[in-house]
Every structure is written in C-alpha cells, then in structure tokens.
T-cell receptor, first 118, second 112 residues
C-alpha cells in the first residue's frame, strides 16, 4: 500500500484479556518500529525490528508485551493480561533502512490503534 | 539524559506566524524532525534538518537549529486554521538504532 496501515483502528477490551495489534509497513521498508502514545507520557519507543537482526526490545514496559515480525513485513504487537494503564494509542512506523544517522532513517507513521482497557 | 522538551500550547491568529520551540540534550543527535498530528490521526512528517545545518526552508515552514544551545524551532508563516494540530519535535541519535526520542508535543491553536 501507499502508507503504513494498522488494524484495528480502535480496540476496547476488558482488563486481563490479551490483545493483538497489527501493522503493515510500507512495502520495501526494512525497519519497523512500535511506539505508544499515552496521556502524560507522550510518545514512547517500544520495539524496533531491522531486517533479520535481533529486535531492540529496550522500550517494552513489561514482559506482558511482545512483538513479532513475520517474513520481514507484517508485525504484531501482543499485550497479555491487559491492564488499565495499557490504554493508549499504539503507533507503528517504518523506514527504508533504519540506519541511525542517515536520512533513510526517516520514519513514516501509521494512523495508530487506540486501545481502551476497561 | 533523554529529554526533548517543548512548550505545551501555542495560540495564534490566522495569518500570523507561529514559532514552536524545542530543546534537546544529546549532542550526538544526527537528524531532527518535526511531525504534525491532527486529531484522531497518526503522525505526519513535516520536515527534518540534519545536525550540521542551521536552517532549512520548505514553503511556509522554516526550521532553525542552534546546535550550540541545542535549540530547534519551527516557524509556520501565514498560519491557517488547517495548521491547528499537535506538533512534535524528535531526534535521532547515532547511539540509538533508529529509534526517535520525542518531545511531549505542542498544541497549536489557530483562531480565525
């Protein structure tokens, strides 16, 4: 597609349930990022995938959060046993190469998934 | 530290210029970005500047970078009501594998 797409656009779930959020990056982009945008916390980095390298998981807030990227394209962010503090907008971004210090590092964002945990 | 800071709110009248400011702390920043977020939407890349530049102009947008003071600004000329949004500055560093460090966003309100 022309841009980064994410699904669902909105997700309401009950505390304790698991959720999966999906991201389709721009075709040909090798780097994929997940960020979280919540009130009072701004935009926080969660995880980064680059090609076949081991992902940078340094931003994941707890072991309830995990992400996969299959076939170097689509990514799924999974949150297990959701808590109310997980309520936020989860944004996915992709970039052509994901190289720090290069303009090919420019990230293009999807519209986000708004997660509400009741 | 990792802080990127912005003022939270700016209100201007339509037709005036808007200046949104940002400060950052890490001297290893390579590229600095401005993103725009409209209500209910994702982040739209507006412009960027490489850290060895001090100015970049793109139509109504002017980015100024003072590397000594670690200060970045975005000037929007002839601000329109459609410019009302949240504006985020972000930095990318050589020490980080591509992740962006964002400011908390500046809400720009444009009054008719």
């Amino acid at each position: 597609g022309a841009g980064v797409s994410q699904s669902p656009s909105n997700k309401v779930t009950e505390k304790g349930k698991d959720v999966e959020l999906r991201c389709d990056p721009i075709s040909g982009h090798t780097a994929l990022y997940w960020y979280r945008q919540s009130l009072g916390q701004g935009l926080e980095f969660l995880i980064y995938f680059q090609g076949n390298s081991a992902p940078d998981k340094s931003g994941l807030p707890s072991d309830r959060f995990s992400a996969e990227r299959t076939g170097g394209s689509v990514s799924t962010l999974t949150i297990q046993r959701t808590q109310q503090e997980d309520s936020a907008v989860y944004l996915c971004a992709s970039s052509p190469k994901g190289l720090a210090g290069a303009i090919t590092d420019t990230q293009y964002f999807g519209p986000g998934t708004r997660l509400t945990v009741l | 530290g990792e802080d990127v800071e912005q003022s939270l709110f700016l209100s201007v009248r339509e037709g005036d210029s808007s200046v949104i400011n940002c400060t950052y702390t890490d001297s290893s920043s390579t590229y600095l970005y401005w993103y725009k977020q409209e209500p209910g939407a994702g982040l739209q890349l507006l412009t960027y500047i490489f850290s060895n530049m001090d100015m970049k102009q793109d139509q109504r947008l002017t980015v100024l970078l003072n590397k000594k003071d670690k200060h970045l600004s975005l000037r929007i000329a002839d601000t329109q009501t459609g410019d009302s949004a949240i504006y985020f500055c972000a930095e990318s560093r050589l020490s980080n594998t591509g992740k962006l460090i964002f400011g908390q966003g500046t809400t720009l309100q444009v009054k008719p």
